[in-house]
């Protein structure tokens, strides 16, 4: 009988063979940890912002026709204040359980830190609520208006309010697009291997 065919030992490679590639699991979608490239974050990023757009306008027109509501009768108004604030927290929930995740995983692939990521949502989710405490102050305003002058004079005064916001949150967002588009640092960093350049050193 053939040796080879008793050898209870695997068969030894050719020397000259190349390593099979050790493949690094992806994190799960919940996890902080680990990095994204500009395809993985961008797939995800935006199929998550075009579901959410298509929820949030929806609930944007159904409150949109309450508050109206309430200007032309001046009743209501607690109750559709109340309902913008659940909505927004709610959002903002939403928004940071599935969106969060991918800015921190995209901002470790080149080199940013975890809290640094964290410090940049909390501001963009910041200008947000800030814009809407005051809209909801200026629609206060306009519902106790006395006439019709004062009650322009608000819309007005909203008008320049959501001009400066869109300035800010323009910039913001310009500025995120280009360091999103920033390529992997290669190798091995603080947060794992680059799935891009896993032979860099």
């Known amino acids: 009988m053939d040796e080879r065919q ?11 063979n190349p390593s099979t590639p050790v493949i690094v699991p992806e994190p799960g979608w919940f996890s902080y940890s ?7 974050f961008w797939g995800k990023w935006l199929g998550c912002i075009f ?18 509501e309430v200007l032309v009768t001046g009743r209501g108004l607690k109750s559709a204040i109340s309902q913008l604030y659940v909505v927004t927290i709610i959002e903002i929930i939403v928004y940071t359980l599935l969106l969060l995740p991918l800015l921190v995983k995209r901002l470790h692939d080149i080199g940013v830190s975890t809290p640094g990521a964290i ?22 305003d306009m519902s106790n208006a006395q006439s019709l002058a004062a009650m322009i004079k608000v819309e007005d005064s909203m008008g320049r309010l959501e001009l400066i916001y869109k300035i800010i949150r323009g910039t913001l967002g310009l500025v995120m697009i280009v360091v999103m ?9 603080l947060y794992g291997p680059s799935s891009k350049y896993p032979d860099a050193r």
């Open 51 to 68: 579901l959410l757009v298509i929820v949030s306008s929806i609930m944007g027109v159904i409150i949109g026709v309450d508050l109206a």
């Open 119 to 140: 410090g940049v949502w909390v501001l963009m989710q910041g200008l947000g609520v800030a814009e809407l405490c005051t809209t909801i102050e200026l629609l206060e």
């Open 181 to 189: 588009c920033l390529d992997s640092q290669k190798g091995t960093n």
């Open 34 to 40: 680990g990095r994204y490239t500009r395809a993985q």
């Open 6 to 16: 008793n050898s209870t030992f695997p068969p030894v490679p050719p020397v000259n």
